[in-house]
């Protein structure tokens, strides 16, 4: 099986008023398990021109943040630094879910109707791309994360595009289902709770990237 671990950072948690800071995004194929460095990996952050959050969110993502100002306000000597070193793809509130779908489709995640693709497509490294406009089909994908169906799903589908373009199958794969004591637990267990339930090391960094690999390595204790 192959799925996708997401994760996001946000200015808050109303998806009505808070906004998308990041998104890390990684492609888990069961069958192979490969290690952190060569695993298929999207790590972005979103340009706001304007942010309204809760202290505690703005407070705990201010390096995000800091590297969002330097990059919006720096020259492209700046920007090309950022891009080749900070580990982060910046992307505009319109492109960022067409670049998700690309590095989906690059990497031959997810359903598609591949009859559609022959009447439209975009040429990129010498492969076909669907173009992005009002007919474009959407992929369908198979997602896991801590919270996903109830927090981050939410957020995402407020971005331009993803309703369009990406479609997330109804089971979602939550670790914390795996990692419940049904004797003693009161509520399902934190990530956190997870890994050290599970023998994972490291902390919870609350960087979407690095909470997406928790995750897999939780699942990973099951297959």
Not at 60 to 77: A, C, Q, R, T, V
Not at 85 to 99: L, Y
Not at 123 to 136: A, E, H, L, Q, V
């Amino acid at each position: 099986m192959k799925y996708i671990s997401i994760d996001v950072e946000t200015t808050g948690l109303d998806p009505e008023r808070n906004l998308v800071l990041s998104i890390g995004a990684i492609i888990e194929d069961t069958t192979l398990k490969l290690d952190y460095e060569n695993i298929p990996k999207f790590n972005a952050i979103i340009l706001h021109h304007e942010l309204t959050g809760s202290p505690r969110a703005i407070t705990m993502n201010k390096e995000l943040i800091s590297l969002m100002g330097e990059y919006l306000e720096g020259n492209k000597d700046v920007r090309k630094k950022h891009d080749e070193h900070s580990g982060f793809q910046f992307f505009e509130p319109d492109d960022v879910v067409k670049a998700f779908f690309d590095f989906l489709w690059k990497n031959k995640v997810g359903e598609y109707d591949i009859d559609f693709l022959s009447k439209t497509v975009r040429i990129i490294d010498g492969r076909s791309y669907p173009i992005f406009g009002g007919n474009t089909k959407s992929l369908l994908i198979n997602v896991a994360g801590k919270n996903f169906g109830t927090f981050d799903k939410v957020f995402l589908e407020k971005l331009p595009w993803w309703r369009k373009l990406i479609q997330v199958k109804q089971r979602i794969i939550d670790p914390s289902i795996l990692c419940c004591n049904w004797d003693n637990d009161e509520s399902l267990p934190s990530l956190r709770e997870c890994k050290e339930r599970l023998g994972v090391k490291g902390i919870v960094t609350h960087n979407a990237l690095e909470d997406a690999w928790d995750v897999i390595q939780i699942l990973r204790n099951f297959y």
